[in-house]
């Protein structure tokens, strides 16, 4: 307390001709970073060592979007940018995803939920029909007149999986495109029964890394896309 700090930003050694620290004088970090030391001196007390701190900057990266549409029920998606270092869990950890990825905007809302459902259940997709364990429901069990754009609630994780293949699949169906099916089984075939008695297929899926259809978020991306603002806050 009460000494007066110097400090350069050009990489050289302070001295007391630098630049004298103060509320009104403090340093910019420019475009491109900077390397910044600084001593402090009080009188009658040694000089303290020099300090470094090197300062790097990052663009901002702009954020794409995307509008999907099966059924007549659109959603959107961002893409979360590759290359970034996050804080990572409660701790004190950061981790980095070198690959962009795309993320839904939003939960599954029920509607969209509901209308890939009914297409994969019909019987008149033959050897191609879906199983679900659960039917779900849009947002609270206890809302007496639930809105259908509410997340869909009362799935479990295999329901969700199998859901991802189905919407891959109606995807390609409405739009003609030739996505592959993220989920599949020890056979190499898109798993569509998430019901108990299919419990271990699910539970030992192989999720296709090089597969363009629809999926679940790793936690680690989940988490970047939520902490995401502009690529250097969280």
């Not at 050289?12 to 001593?39: C, I, R």
């Amino acid at each position: 307390q009460g000494a007066t700090i110097y400090y350069t930003v050009d990489g050289t050694d302070p001295t007391e001709d630098a630049n004298e620290y103060s509320a009104d004088n403090k340093p910019q970090v420019p475009e491109g970073g900077m390397t910044l030391k600084a001593f402090a001196v009080k009188e009658g007390m040694l000089d303290s060592n020099i300090a470094t701190f090197i300062y790097t900057t990052l663009a901002v990266q702009p954020i794409e979007s995307i509008t999907h549409k099966v059924g007549g029920v659109s959603f959107n998606m961002r893409q979360a940018p590759a290359g970034l270092t996050f804080p990572f869990t409660m701790h004190d950890v950061e981790t980095t995803i070198d690959y962009a990825y795309w993320l839904g905007e939003t939960e599954v809302t029920y509607e969209l939920w509901s209308k890939v459902y009914n297409w994969a259940i019909d019987e008149a997709r033959e050897d191609g029909r879906y199983y679900f364990q659960n039917t779900g429901q849009p947002g609270s069990y206890y809302d007496p007149d639930p809105d259908p754009t509410q997340p869909v609630t009362i799935i479990s994780w295999r329901d969700a999986m199998v859901w991802c293949n189905a919407l891959t699949e109606y995807y390609n169906a409405e739009n003609g495109s030739n996505w592959d099916c993220v989920y599949i089984d020890s056979g190499g075939n898109p798993i569509r029964d998430s019901r108990d008695a299919n419990g271990d297929v699910c539970d030992n899926a192989t999720a296709l890394s090089t597969a363009k259809g629809f999926r679940l978020p790793a936690s680690k991306e989940w988490e970047l896309a939520a902490r995401y603002i502009d690529g250097i806050d969280w």
